[in-house]
């Protein structure tokens, strides 16, 4: 992981150092609360020739991925919400709602490298107040708000 937690890790970025400062202004993406442990993040995944990683969700629709192809994407599938197979390459993204089912698969002959990159959902970043302000306590179960914080989400 390259971003957990809202801090950079700084031992993971010395080995994409470019990418890492290209993020470092840019993360967390907002101020308001996250919503679980992974509402924003930065991770590299691999995927070995003859893979899948099964159907599943990230259990929540408040992130966003952006699935980035590095290296290897030939021969690699994505399935997002019971659409379409898409062909995964190299040099492009696919953004997808985390909350979303979604699978991978890969029958190409080179390792898959691909960089996620996990972010509020951009409504409720940049409107916390229309989601937060009936049902915030000023407490998620990753965070605490103190009494300002509060009152600036407030309508």
């Given at each position: 992981q390259l971003y957990v937690n809202k801090e950079l890790q700084e031992e993971?970025?010395?080995?994409?150092p470019r990418t890492a400062e290209l993020l470092r202004s840019r993360m967390p993406s907002t101020s308001s609360p996250y919503v679980h442990y992974n509402s924003e993040e930065i991770v590299l995944?691999?995927?070995?020739?003859?893979?899948k990683v099964r159907l599943h969700n990230g259990g929540?629709?408040?992130p966003l991925n952006i699935h980035c192809g590095l290296s290897g994407c030939e021969g690699a599938y994505m399935e997002v919400g019971g659409?379409?197979?898409?062909?995964?390459?190299?040099g492009q993204a696919i953004c997808f709602?985390?909350?979303t089912d979604h699978s991978v698969w890969h029958d190409g002959e080179?390792?898959?490298?691909?960089l996620t990159v996990r972010v509020l959902h951009p409504h409720l970043?940049?409107?916390p107040e229309r989601y937060y302000s009936q049902a915030f306590t000023r407490r998620t179960c990753f965070e605490s708000w103190s009494e300002e914080r509060h009152k600036a989400f407030q309508p």
């Open positions: 993971s970025c010395k080995l994409m995944f691999l995927l070995a020739p003859g893979s929540s629709n408040a659409a379409h197979r898409r062909k995964l390459k190299d709602d985390d909350g080179e390792e898959r490298w691909v970043a940049q409107h």
